[in-house]
């Protein structure tokens, strides 16, 4: 009996170790850290399921990217990731709506992003960042995941 009990509990010690003992997961009701191990994985659970994650507090690290469009600002906290082929390579990330009053950020910054998730103003069928805190960091992160 106790060969088969360490047995098993060996098992479940392997599984826990192994899996990062649930590392990664998104706890409902708990604020949402976007890892560098499970950057793909958490991101795409988010877009999977939205209603269960609008509203929620998010911390997400990645590079700053900005451009014009048709007017108007557009910025995104990413990382890259491979999509379908070797040599193919896709940004991975969320749009930001940035703290009021917040200067310049030059493209390619890394920063580390505090905020809510919600739907753009604009096109409410894309989920978005609205930025309570932006900072630049010294020491960047994987920037392929």
Same mark, same amino acid.
């Given at each position: 009996?106790?060969?088969?009990?360490?047995?098993?509990?060996?098992?479940?010690?392997?599984?826990?170790?192994?899996?990062?003992?649930?590392?990664?997961?998104?706890?409902?009701?708990?604020?949402?850290?976007?890892?560098?191990?499970?950057?793909?994985?958490?991101?795409?659970?988010?877009?999977?399921?939205?209603?269960?994650?609008? !509203?929620?507090? *998010?911390?997400?690290? =990645?590079?700053?990217?900005?451009?014009?469009?048709?007017? %108007?600002?557009?910025?995104? &906290?990413?990382?890259?990731?491979?999509?379908?082929?070797?040599?193919?390579?896709?940004?991975?990330?969320?749009?930001?709506?940035?703290?009021?009053?917040?200067?310049?950020?030059?493209? !390619?910054?890394? *920063?580390?992003?505090? =905020?809510?998730?919600?739907?753009?103003?604009?096109?409410? %069928?894309?989920?978005?960042? &609205?930025?309570?805190?932006?900072?630049?960091?010294?020491?960047?992160?994987?920037?392929?995941?």
């Amino acid at each position: 009996m106790k060969k088969i009990v360490l047995f098993f509990t060996m098992i479940v010690l392997s599984v826990l170790l192994f899996t990062g003992c649930g590392e990664g997961v998104l706890t409902a009701g708990s604020p949402i850290v976007i890892t560098e191990r499970h950057f793909v994985t958490q991101i795409q659970e988010i877009v999977l399921n939205v209603p269960q994650h609008v !509203g929620r507090d *998010i911390q997400i690290e =990645g590079m700053f990217w900005s451009i014009d469009y048709q007017g %108007e600002d557009f910025h995104v &906290v990413y990382r890259y990731a491979q999509a379908c082929c070797e040599d193919h390579l896709d940004m991975i990330g969320f749009g930001l709506i940035l703290p009021i009053g917040m200067g310049a950020v030059p493209n !390619g910054t890394w *920063i580390s992003v505090n =905020g809510t998730l919600d739907f753009d103003p604009d096109y409410e %069928e894309f989920l978005i960042i &609205v930025a309570t805190s932006v900072e630049t960091m010294e020491t960047p992160g994987a920037e392929i995941v």
